[in-house]
């Protein structure tokens, strides 16, 4: 019987949310934000009737905090389940969820929808990326063109076609692949890109 994975608990309910994040961030018992205490003897959850979800109090500085704080969950009003399922989305989606969409299922502003989807991106992204090759390792480089067949050119353009897009791909063998958009084929276009991509000069 199919099952969505929205129904698991972390996805539905705020407490299994906190116990689900704070399984991943502190999986040694929980750390003070404050000063880095990690204690537990030291270290005391609280539980009354006022007090806010996930709050610790760190006997060390005497300072409260939570699983959110250092993290893209904090300073926000939104609940941490809803935050895990728009995570769960924007992962598992194929071809990406647009702001837009967040907000139709959330039932929020155009505003809340727009942070929480750019916090989320800000914290995937990769950065810079590592050069491809090195000794003993082989880059296999090559470009294609993406169009429509009736569009096709009788030859290789050297420069931007107006139908066509030039693709450039890095494979690195046993390893990872990186493509890129170009202007065209010539070697001006693609070994400027292979020269910084690689650690070794590339040759093409």
């Known amino acids: 019987m199919a099952n969505s994975v929205l129904n698991a608990p ?3 309910n705020e407490d299994e ?17 404050h ?23 760190c006997y060390e500085c005497g300072k409260p905090f939570t699983v959110r704080m250092g993290t893209i969950f904090e300073s ?4 941490l389940h809803l935050w895990l399922q728009v995570i769960h989305l924007m992962c598992a989606s194929k071809k990406g969820i647009s702001t837009r969409q967040i ?4 039932q929020c502003s155009m505003k ?7 916090r989320i991106r800000e914290a995937m992204r990769a950065g810079e990326l590592a050069p491809m090759g090195g000794p003993s390792k082989i880059v296999e480089i090559d470009e294609t063109l993406q169009g429509k067949i009736e569009d096709a050119p009788k030859k290789m353009p050297t420069g931007r076609s107006s139908f066509w ?8 063998r046993g390893g990872s692949a990186r493509s890129f958009h170009v202007a065209g084929t010539s070697m001006a276009n693609l070994l400027p890109i292979a020269a910084v991509s690689m650690l070794a000069t590339p040759t093409l």
């Open 10 to 12: 972390h996805f539905q």
């Open 17 to 33: 949310a906190f116990a689900y994040v704070e399984a991943r961030l502190w999986p040694n018992g929980p750390v003070c934000h």
């Open 35 to 57: 000063c880095g205490n990690c204690d537990g003897k030291r270290i005391k959850k609280l539980a009354g009737k006022t007090t806010r979800k996930g709050l610790y109090k």
């Open 76 to 79: 926000s009003h939104l609940p």
């Open 103 to 106: 907000q139709r299922m959330l």
């Open 112 to 118: 809340t929808a727009w942070h929480l989807t750019h």
């Open 165 to 172: 897009n030039v693709a450039l791909t890095l494979v690195e």
